[in-house]
């Protein structure tokens, strides 16, 4: 192991003690009662862990597996597949690894050797113990990504500091541990870095190929969000194809994610938001497109025809997209995924429905406020990242003083980075496609990010990589090294000016965590309710209900399903005008015995 890969290593489990720090400041974690725990895992946070719970405490892996395979609970009246309808594979996988590893515990301690107190933690610490680890990787791949895309150790530390300095816009981890995209977002990036490994190298190898399928397949069954970035993700190498010569390099990586959604969408059980989603239309599209002839066979009149190939390969693309999605819509006709379009229609129109409204009434899915885009200005991080490309297309034009050196490329060093044939570092037309594919990313991010808040967790995040490049020799050897490193420690400098405050008011960040009603409620329903009573009422309030007090619930937070937006609209009628008669048949059609009414959410006074 070299000395990155140990670095990286580090700042994995500093990252990790970090963002557990920040936890235990923010809510007096510890010092809770094991009912105020739960509580504090708020609404989807909650919903997911009481699947986690759920594993934990069954007989074994079968009981376990049928459980969830055939769950009642989660939408009483409706007899679902969880593995389908929701991305609980992380619970799942999390709670046999606690019951394997207690149940080694207990081996240990029949055989005389004594008990194993680290192992043999509350199950709770043990879930979130390992989201801050998987959460710890994003410093590690941060630094690694950032060294990878400016061939400089520098550069790497470039990154991480910058991650750092806008930790409060680059992660939830630390106040939400249990959200899809902590167990997702980590291997988006880390994906991407093997991407961008791939591309830097045109090398494909077996490692690297089988690297890209296992975090693209785990990222999908985390978090249902991933599918719309490996769309943004196909779409953008493929229009890098058409300025660049790498399709060769393209096709395998269309293979890599066709494997992918493959096994995916087994996993998923046939997901019908996931096989219907932009993702496999887009990549389908694409595919059908890559397979026409490369440039290379038309290399004696390429400049004449460029257009017309271009415009032929994006027209097949799209056709072959629309057609894909037009069957599929014959087959499966699933509208599981209407309430993007109706959010999205929303945000540019005057357009409302029940369901945009319930989404952009919560800051995470409004649009990016100004002070967001102040904070990262002020720590530097938005105009580095952004002068970044222009510098590396302006020297890119700039012929080397002297011929490039065999060093320079690092040849041998972990990262396998070689010269490329039509994409020279030095004195090259054209800007390293590596550099411009991350770039681009970084460009979808923002535009992501501005559309929805939540968003910005992949937006900052891969600005800070991008701005590495700032520490590039290769991209920089116009300057002397002395006068480049002394610019990068002033940049770094001028950083550290807000964002060492900023760190500061993250870590020493202190709370603590009460809501006596909820826990009264909760404690009232568990002593006097029978265990299979159902119950309805706002997302918010169902996800926690069913995981403290193990009641079956009518509806929930995860709203990514047809079925369950039509439910939750008729029971949210009870927060607002009509009629009791008429809420009451409805109530008795979903099987729901009890409605808890939070006077929060009413619209009008309480009937």
């Known amino acids: 192991m070299n000395c990155k890969n140990l670095g990286c290593l580090a700042l994995s489990v500093l990252g990790s003690i970090i963002y557990g720090f920040i936890f235990e400041r923010s809510r007096s974690f510890s010092k809770l009662s094991n009912i105020e725990k739960e509580m504090s895992l708020r609404t989807e946070q909650g919903f997911y862990y009481s699947f986690y719970k759920e594993v934990v405490s069954s007989t074994g892996v079968s009981s376990a597996f049928r459980a969830l395979l055939k769950d009642n609970k989660s939408e009483y009246g409706t007899t679902i597949n969880s593995f389908e309808r929701f991305n609980i594979y992380p619970e799942f996988v999390l709670g046999l690894t606690y019951k394997f590893i207690l149940t080694m515990v207990n081996m240990t301690d029949h055989l005389g050797f004594g008990p194993l107190p680290i192992l043999a933690m509350n199950p709770m610490y043990f879930y979130l113990f390992t989201i801050f680890g998987i959460a710890g990787w994003c410093s590690g791949v941060t630094f690694k990504f950032g060294s990878l895309l400016s061939d400089s150790f520098i550069g790497g530390i470039l990154a991480l500091v910058c991650f750092y300095y806008n930790i409060a816009h680059a992660t939830r981890v630390q106040w939400a541990p249990g959200l899809r995209e902590c167990f997702g977002y980590p291997f988006i990036l880390l994906q991407t870095y093997y991407i961008t490994k791939i591309l830097k190298t045109r090398s494909c190898s077996d490692f690297n190929m089988v690297s890209v399928v296992a975090c693209t397949v785990t990222a999908n069954l985390s978090w249902q969000f991933s599918q719309f970035i490996w769309s943004t993700q196909v779409t953008l190498l493929f229009i890098l194809s ?73 027209s097949t693309a799209i056709f072959g997209s629309v057609l894909f999605k037009f069957v599929m819509f014959l087959f499966i006709g699933s509208k599981d995924g209407d309430h993007v379009w109706s959010i999205l229609r929303s945000k540019f129109t005057d357009y409302q429905d029940f369901d945009s409204m319930l989404y952009t009434c919560t800051p995470e899915f409004d649009f990016l406020p100004l002070s967001t885009f102040v904070d990262l200005c002020q720590t530097l991080l938005l105009p580095s990242a952004y002068l970044a490309g222009p510098l590396v297309l302006f020297l890119s034009l700039i012929p080397s003083a002297a011929p490039a050196k065999p060093e320079d490329f690092e040849e041998g060093n972990d990262e396998g980075i070689h010269k490329d044939s039509d ?48 520490a590039s020799r290769k991209v920089f050897h116009v300057l002397s090294k002395t006068l480049h490193f002394s610019l990068i420690a002033l940049l770094l400098a001028a950083m550290s000016v807000k964002g060492i405050e900023n760190l500061k008011i993250e870590v020493y960040r202190e709370g603590f965590y009460q809501n006596p009603q909820q826990m009264e409620l909760f404690e009232y329903i568990s002593s006097s309710t029978n265990p299979n009573d159902s119950f309805a009422g706002a997302m918010s309030i169902m996800a926690n209900l069913k995981l403290s007090t193990g009641r079956p619930i009518v509806n929930h937070p995860h709203y990514e399903n047809e079925e369950i937006r039509l439910k939750t609209r008729k029971i949210y009628r009870a927060f607002g005008p009509g009629s009791k008669e008429q809420l009451g048949e409805e109530l008795r059609d979903l099987q729901v015995k009890y409605l808890v009414v939070d006077a929060l959410h009413c619209y009008s006074e309480m009937r």
Not at 276 to 295: D, H, R
Not at 305 to 310: H, L, P, Q, V
Not at 428 to 438: E, G, Q
């Open 423 to 470: 994409s020279k570092v030095f004195g090259s037309p054209c800007p390293d496609l590596a550099f411009v594919y991350n770039y681009g990313q970084a460009f979808v991010y923002v535009v992501l990010a501005i559309l929805v808040m939540r968003l910005k967790l992949f937006m900052t995040p891969h600005l800070c990589v991008v701005a590495s490049v700032l």
């Open 242 to 314: 058409m300025l660049y010569d790498f399709t060769e390099t393209l096709q395998k990586l269309l293979l890599c994610h066709l494997v992918s959604f493959t096994i995916s969408a087994v996993l998923l059980c046939f997901n019908k938001l996931f096989i219907t989603s932009l993702y496999p239309t887009v990549l389908v599209g694409i595919c059908i497109a890559s397979g026409l002839p490369t440039f290379k066979k038309y290399s004696r009149w390429l400049s004449r025809s460029i257009a017309t190939t271009s415009i032929k390969r994006i």
